[in-house]
């Protein structure tokens, strides 16, 4: 690990002061449900393995399970999780949006010949869902995405889409707002997505989803305004230090302003506050090589990443080998590099932009 003490004799100090770093109360437990909310779905899953063997019949802990299962990729377990919850209680509107979920996760995975009778079949749970409880705001925002993204011919409907993401809205401002953005977003509609954004937080400022999209947005823009991206990354790491995203864009905001040691001293405090979730250290390796600096740290900052188990929702094993790769060629370490493309296509064998790398590696050796 490159300390503070390093950075500071290395590279000149960054004037922007940025936010203070939060107290963390280390005393404070969390449920399961609170854990999957955050996105700590590993030690979700070890709670909800040990609840659901002791207490089978506890459908609540049964859907939660299915969700943490899902999140971490293990499809098939949260499959038959969820249809084994959905068959002990067919009138859980809740039981039936996690079992579309899971479809729908599946159906990303599969063949074309598959993905119809899954996606069919998600369709299906979340009409059933919604007859169940019209306010169920996780079904109207999956048959949303659903109508806005399927084909007509298996149900796809784009004015349907608004109709669901308006609903939403009626029944809860913040959230239908956001759901209104991530509309506005797919119609690269960038005015109409940012006023989504500011309308959700207007609505819940305490909103922590939408202060770290709104940031996202703004960091991500053709044209970034930090300023901006920072005050809401800030916002959404005051009301809960604990969750991982907001700690994940400050630390890009900390490569884009070149405030080296600030990074080091705020990726130190992500760590001690999220110590099971390492990703601010990938989000800072991949600014560091996107701007093309520092490869020497992007490298040290993805092994760092790779220590731990991959977290739900977070990058994979097969992106860190990538982006590795990519430091090491930086590095002139072909050989190294070659070596980490070829274990992010062992972990996944469809990954075209490794195979564009490795190709270019092997041609010119």
């Known amino acids: 690990m490159v300390t503070r003490v390093l950075l500071g004799l290395i590279f000149a100090a960054c004037a922007f002061a940025g936010c203070p770093l939060p107290k963390l109360d280390s005393a404070r437990t969390y449920s399961p449900e609170e854990l999957l909310l955050s996105g700590h779905f590993l030690r979700a899953r070890a709670m909800l393995d040990e609840a659901a063997l002791n207490h089978p019949d506890d459908q609540r802990v049964v859907l939660l399970l299915s969700r943490a299962q899902a999140g971490l990729g293990d499809l098939d377990a949260a499959l038959k999780t969820a249809e084994a ?14 079992l579309a979920a899971v479809l729908g996760r599946m159906a990303e995975r599969a063949s074309m010949f598959k993905q119809l ?4 079949r998600a369709k299906k749970e ?10 169920n705001l996780d079904a109207l925002y999956g048959l949303m995405l659903y109508s806005y993204a399927a084909p007509s011919f ?15 809205t009626a ?5 239908g707002y956001l759901a209104q953005a991530r509309l506005a977003k797919d119609r690269k509609d960038l005015g109409k997505e940012e006023e989504f954004y500011q309308k959700s937080i207007a609505e819940d400022p305490r909103f922590y989803e939408a202060l770290t999209t709104l940031s996202s947005f703004y960091l991500s823009s053709a044209k970034p305004k930090y300023d901006e991206a920072e005050k809401y990354a800030c916002d959404a790491l005051a009301l809960d230090p604990q969750k991982v995203e907001a700690w994940k864009l400050l630390a890009e905001l900390r490569v884009e302003s070149q ?17 099971d979730d390492l990703a601010p250290y990938y989000s800072a390796s991949v600014a560091l090589i996107k701007r093309g600096t520092h490869p020497i740290l992007a490298e040290e900052y993805l092994r760092k990443y790779e220590s731990l188990p991959t977290e739900a929702n977070e990058p994979s094993a097969a992106a860190a080998h990538y982006h590795r790769g990519l430091a090491l060629q930086k590095l002139a370490r072909k050989d190294e590099a070659a070596a980490e493309m070829q274990s992010a296509l062992q972990a996944e064998p469809n990954f075209e932009l490794a195979k564009q790398e490795l190709k270019k590696l092997e041609k010119n050796n």
């Not at 979340?126 to 306010?135: F, V």
């Not at 149900?155 to 993401?165: I, M, R, S």
């Not at 029944?171 to 959230?175: I, L, M, S, T």
């Open 85 to 98: 919850t959905v068959a002990a209680n067919p009138e859980s509107s809740d039981a039936r949006v996690q």
């Open 117 to 120: 009778g899954l996606a069919r």
């Open 259 to 275: 405030c080296w040691n600030e990074l080091d001293e705020l990726l130190a405090a992500a760590q001690q506050a999220v110590p």
């Open 154 to 168: 298996i149900g796809g409907d784009k004015l349907k889409a608004l109709e669901y993401a308006d609903t939403m």
């Open 171 to 175: 029944v809860h401002p913040a959230r």
């Open 126 to 135: 979340l009409d059933a869902a919604l007859a169940l409880d019209a306010r």
